[in-house]
């Protein structure tokens, strides 16, 4: 285990990401073996699990669909493992992240599914998008300024490309909707699915709320309005130009109607 795990850390790989490849070659191991091959598994068909359909074996007289579907099911118990992994790392911090507060190293190795055009899932890591300006909209099917947000976000990110990284995140949905309103309105971004969608949202609203959240650096860069939301203003942002940013402080952690405090002016961020 030890030399694997160096082997990945020798490629730079973050911690997550070894430990899916170490379950990965472990279960590899075991379906290789020889009184567990899919072979000696067709010989004893009272080995067969309950779960395994006819057609599986039908390979002219080969176990190959069966290796395929085992195989398959072998990796899928890792990816969800790992993202249940990482999720349990991540703990909101006392008071939450204000802007200019720097994430917690657990965010970064958080891994969650994606649904990607064509409805397959995919499994994305958060610390793929360490290097670039990492937008997180948060959204929800019954609020049409969000929906209108993605679709914007959407047409920037194709034209930005890997610079920016934008991620949409459905929050509180019924399943099988934000799915069916990505596909009637072609976006190409990837659809944040599962339970990381609200322990994200937790992360940086005191309460559940929809709206986006730039991240730079490493540290929270902007909650910011929707208005705010185009190509000129991010273009500065990836330059390094100084630019205002109008905030949207509603059910933040920095919302003063919210903690207690008197009412201030929404908050204007200059990024230098």
């Known amino acids: 285990m030890k030399q694997i795990l160096r082997i990945g850390e020798g490629y730079g790989l973050s911690p997550v990401k070894r ?18 091959s899919a072979q000696a598994q067709v010989e004893n068909k009272s080995s067969v699990p309950k779960s395994t359909s006819g057609s599986e074996w039908l390979t002219n007289g080969s176990s190959r669909y069966y290796q395929d579907s085992l195989l398959k099911r072998r990796k899928q118990e890792v990816r969800d493992r790992a993202v249940i992994h990482s999720v349990k790392k991540l703990e909101i911090p006392e008071g939450g992240i204000v802007i200019a507060d720097t994430l917690p190293a657990a965010f970064w190795d958080l891994c969650l599914y994606t649904l990607d055009t064509g409805g ?45 990284g934008a991620i949409a995140i459905n929050v509180f949905d019924a399943p099988g909707r934000a799915e069916k309103i990505r596909e009637e309105r072609g976006w190409k971004l990837p659809l944040v699915i599962g339970k990381g969608d609200t322990l994200l949202n937790k992360l940086f609203y005191t309460y559940a709320n929809w709206g986006q959240v730039w991240i730079k650096d490493g540290k929270l860069l902007a909650i910011p309005t929707n208005a705010m939301l185009r190509e000129d203003v991010l273009a500065k942002i990836i330059t390094n130009r100084p630019v205002d940013i109008e905030m949207n402080d509603q059910l933040t952690y920095f919302d003063k109607r919210y903690n207690g405090k008197d009412t201030e002016p929404k908050p204007k961020n200059q990024t230098k």
Request: proline share 3%; hydrophobic share 50%.
């Open 19 to 36: 430990y899916v490849l170490f379950i990965l070659l472990i279960h590899l191991y075991i379906i290789l073996l020889p009184g567990n």
């Open 120 to 164: 397959s899932k995919r499994l994305i890591f958060m610390g793929d998008y360490k290097r670039s300006l990492l937008i997180l909209d948060f959204w929800g099917s019954g609020c049409k300024p969000c929906i209108e947000s993605v679709d914007v976000l959407d047409s920037i990110q194709q034209k930005f490309g890997r610079i920016i």
